[in-house]
């Protein structure tokens, strides 16, 4: 079955304590990318990558990192979380970088940072 | 700027009517528009999309409708079901040196039975 995967799907945890999120596709996308959805803001883009080893920032990048070693994987890193990162996370793939593609999600990741 | 936004954040419709959602847009230079579907619990689900160079595109019971003069987008669902209750997103794509994605704040439709 195509898809997208987080781990894990609920994390609670302390500022201060470095966490990561895990994302795998299994569709041989090339673009990834990384929302966080809030109340009332809609998703918003952190980061994104149109393919291996290549990483660009959306629009909300402060405070997360991110890698690209392999096609299907793109982790979500928070080296030291704090409380204002508390949110409901998305990872999403497109099969290729280019802007009329549509993108397929992952079921999130919740996050709460005490 | 670059914004999508939503002109309702909610919408209550009875079943078998047809539910209209709008979205406006200020970036110009977007090319392509997409909307989603989100359940409870659930990731963003892609209904439908268009490309700047169209202005209706039809799918099954639901058809896009692009505005670029006043750059509005909509989503018309027909013969709307219960199992439509969701909510709505329209996003936009633009290329800014890279490929980003905007998306609006988010619509919930309620289906009456």
């Known amino acids: 079955e195509a898809q997208v995967t987080q781990n894990p799907r609920y994390l609670i945890t302390v500022t201060g304590k470095k966490l990561t999120v895990t994302c795998s596709q299994n569709?041989?996308?090339?673009?990834m990318s990384w929302y966080r959805q809030d109340p009332g803001l809609g998703l918003r883009q952190i980061y994104y990558s149109m393919n291996v080893e290549v990483t660009d920032k959306g629009d909300v990048p402060e405070g997360y990192k991110v890698s690209r070693k392999e096609k299907r994987n793109f982790p979500l890193i928070l080296e030291s979380p704090s409380p204002n990162q508390t949110s409901l996370y998305f990872c999403a793939s497109g099969l290729v970088a280019g802007t009329d593609q549509p993108q397929h999600f992952g079921d999130g990741t919740r996050l709460s940072i005490l | 700027g670059e914004s999508v936004g939503l002109h309702l954040p909610t919408l209550s419709v009875q079943e078998g009517d047809n539910s209209i959602i709008n979205c406006a847009y200020s970036n110009s230079a977007s090319d392509y528009f997409i909307w989603y579907k989100q359940e409870s619990g659930k990731g963003p689900q892609f209904i439908i999309d268009?490309?700047?160079?169209?202005d209706k595109r039809q799918g099954q019971r639901v058809t896009v409708l692009l505005n670029k003069t006043v750059k509005h987008l909509s989503l018309q669902i027909a013969a709307t079901q219960p199992g439509d209750s969701a909510v709505y997103f329209c996003?936009?794509?633009?290329?800014?040196?890279?490929?980003?994605?905007?998306f609006g704040a988010g619509t919930r439709l309620f289906v009456k039975a």
């Open positions: 569709m041989n996308h090339e673009y």
């Open positions: 996003a936009e794509n633009l290329y800014t040196g890279g490929f980003k994605t905007i």
């Open positions: 268009i490309r700047s160079n169209m």
